[in-house]
């Protein structure tokens, strides 16, 4: 089957088909560019979201380790990677189908502009030929006529007698002129006949044939050229398959790698503060003052003595209101020992151990009220101690940060030891070649090195000593808490009606009840005519200047007394002896506490 014997004489059809397919060519290109373009605005989406989603991890404490999480950013990890096969989908349509079809479409053009022009060029040949036929043909039918004229003039003169010879002559001689023309003239038609067949013969056996099958190639190869890209087209997908196949893999992997009890327990490590929970409020006996009246008679002569007391502490009450941190220092007032604190003396003169429930009190009105003392103090600005040994935060918390700087501070001076070898080992190699350098250069640099591994070291002691406090508090606080349960059960088991404690449960002492003024336990403004009783002493490990409102100066190696303990946020509440009282970092302080006191407190 050939173009060339089977249409031959369809040149303009076959020119419209051509350019037909050209125009084919160039529109799957266009459908070849456009899909790409989706392609990259697909790859370019995915990336923007990933890219949205992705945390800003600007600090490594930021960064969730839950493995809902970690799962989640693993997908985002694997679509980022499915956008960039996008891309490559994008890059190979546009090398191996977008482009070829392009260049191919730019040469099949020229091709076929090439083969049309040959094929006009023969027809217009075999026209001109057939010309030149059909004029000389036009011109040996013009002389036949003519000879033919000519040879009827001749005989009619000759048959005419009235003819002169001459006249008869002369038609005679026109007639052999037309017919030599016309002789002539049949040669020269003939011959162009001979080639004017001879070059149609030609043009349709042999110049149209091979032109049309040039262009018959032509398009064959177009349509070659075609299928190629076609499977090009798929195979350029087909070749990131695997790949996203992978990334589709590793969702799934991400997806299987949550653990709920896994979060649970990061949960539990991220916000465990170490506290116990609270114990059981002690009962307290207010019916306690309706039997008072008619335990003793002589309670009366106590009330009286109790008046006047209570006159100067009704005094008291009015001008020493309790400020944001309990009591205002009152330098004024004389050294206070635990021993003034705690012993009373009977009629007879003996002397023993007395606790007034009226602090315990006190302490319950807090919780009742809701005004601790602490938060209010929580909330003012801090100096740097407290932040740099983390006392602001629970126990657990605080634990874990200083154990993470505490690595931190190892890999430094891990990389400032080896940087001390590097050097060492450099300056030696000076010393025994001083060819290759100076030994006493790199003096400086191994001194700098040196104080860097002192500072680390003692920065490294310093959080070491935090943490094996903070460890201590968190390892001793149940004992703590039980030791502490049990002086609430015996505070109250041996109070005594008047309010008084004794040492011995069989010696009590009846003393004058306590009076309290207009004053509500649930009043704005708490008021303490007595200071707090000590439960220990400290002593001061490094100084403290006290600048913020509420602290207590302190020089290293003075010793306090303990009238608050640690609450868990890094501060215990102190007094000098000249009743001066503030808080102090309970980390610069060596803390003594006694236990066995009566009136000693411990806050959980």
């Known amino acids: 089957m050939s173009w060339g014997t089977e249409l031959w004489d369809q040149f303009d059809s076959l020119d419209k088909h051509t350019q037909w397919g050209i125009d084919f060519l160039e529109r799957y290109a266009k459908f070849v560019k456009e ?60 090398h191996r189908v977008y482009g070829e079809l392009m260049r191919y479409a730019h040469d099949l053009k020229t091709e076929r502009k090439m083969h049309l022009q040959e094929g006009r060029k023969a027809q217009q040949y075999l026209d001109m030929c057939w010309k030149q036929m059909d004029n000389s043909k036009k011109k040996f039918e013009r002389e036949c006529k003519e000879a033919e004229k000519a040879q009827q003039s001749y005989e009619r003169l000759d048959n005419d007698t009235n003819a002169t010879k001459a006249d008869v002559e002369k038609a005679k001689q026109q007639l052999n002129l037309r017919t030599h023309m016309a002789d002539e003239n049949k040669n020269e038609y003939a011959a162009q ?23 018959q190639e032509m398009d064959e190869r ?54 116990e929970p609270p114990g059981d409020f002690p009962f307290e006996d207010y019916s306690q003052h309706i039997y008072r009246t008619i335990s003793d008679g002589t309670i009366s002569a106590s009330k009286q003595e109790s008046g006047k007391v209570d ?19 009152k330098p004024q007032s004389p050294p206070l020992t ?51 040994d983390f006392s602001h935060l629970p126990p657990e918390q605080r634990r874990k940060k200083l154990q993470q700087r505490i690595d931190e501070l190892n890999r430094e001076l891990q990389k400032e030891s080896d940087q001390k070898e590097a050097l060492n080992k450099m300056k030696d190699v000076y010393e025994k070649n001083p060819q290759m350098g100076d030994p006493g250069s790199l003096q400086p640099k191994l001194a700098e090195t040196m ?7 003692m920065e490294i002691h310093k959080n070491e000593a935090w943490l094996s406090e903070v460890e201590g508090k968190t390892g001793g606080r149940g004992d703590r808490r039980h030791s502490s349960d049990i002086n609430h059960l015996v505070t109250q088991g041996r109070e005594s009606p008047e309010g008084s404690y004794t040492d011995d449960a069989n010696q009590e002492v009846r003393g004058p009840p306590q009076q309290h003024g207009h004053h509500s336990e649930f009043d704005d403004e708490f008021e303490d005519d007595d200071p707090l009783p000590a439960i220990g002493h400290c002593k001061a490990i490094y100084p403290f200047d006290g600048h913020n409102e509420g602290t207590l100066a302190m020089k290293e190696g003075e010793v306090l007394y303990i009238i608050e303990e640690d609450k868990g946020d890094g501060w215990t509440r102190a007094r000098r002896q000249n009743g001066e009282e503030g808080y ?17 407190v411990t806050y959980i």
Request: some cysteine; aromatic content about 10%; charged content about 25%.
């Open 451 to 457: 104080n860097n591994i002192d500072r680390l070291r």
């Open 193 to 215: 006949l001979q080639n004017f067949n001879g070059e149609q013969h030609k043009h349709f056996y042999v110049v149209i044939p091979q032109i049309y099958k040039q262009l």
């Open 311 to 329: 006159a100067k502490t009704t005094v008291g009450k009015a001008k020493g209101k309790l400020w944001l941190f309990g009591k205002k220092p």
């Open 222 to 275: 177009r349509t070659i050229k075609l299928s190629e890209c076609y499977r090009g087209f798929a195979d350029s997908e087909r070749k990131v398959i695997p790949i996203i196949s992978k990334c589709l893999e590793g969702m799934i992997l991400a997806a299987k790698s949550v653990d709920e009890r896994r979060d649970s327990q990061m949960v539990v490590d991220s916000f465990k503060s170490g506290f």
């Open 584 to 600: 102090v970092p309970t980390s610069y302080i060596d803390v003594t506490l006694e236990r066995n006191s009566k009136g000693a």
């Open 338 to 388: 635990p021993t003034s604190l705690f012993t009373s003396s009977t009629p007879n003169g003996s002397q023993f151990l007395t606790f007034s429930i009226e602090p315990v009190h006190y302490c319950m009105n807090e919780i009742k009220t809701g005004k601790p003392r602490i938060p209010s103090f929580r909330s003012l600005k801090r100096g740097g101690p407290a932040l740099e």
């Open 35 to 94: 899909r790409i373009e989706i392609e990259q605005n697909y790859a370019k989406q995915l990336r923007n979201l990933v890219k949205k989603y992705c945390p800003k991890r600007s600090s490594k404490d930021e960064e969730p380790r839950f493995t809902s999480c970690i799962a989640f950013f693993n997908i985002l990890n694997e679509l980022n990677d499915y956008a960039g096969q996008r891309e490559v989908v994008a890059e190979e349509m546009a």
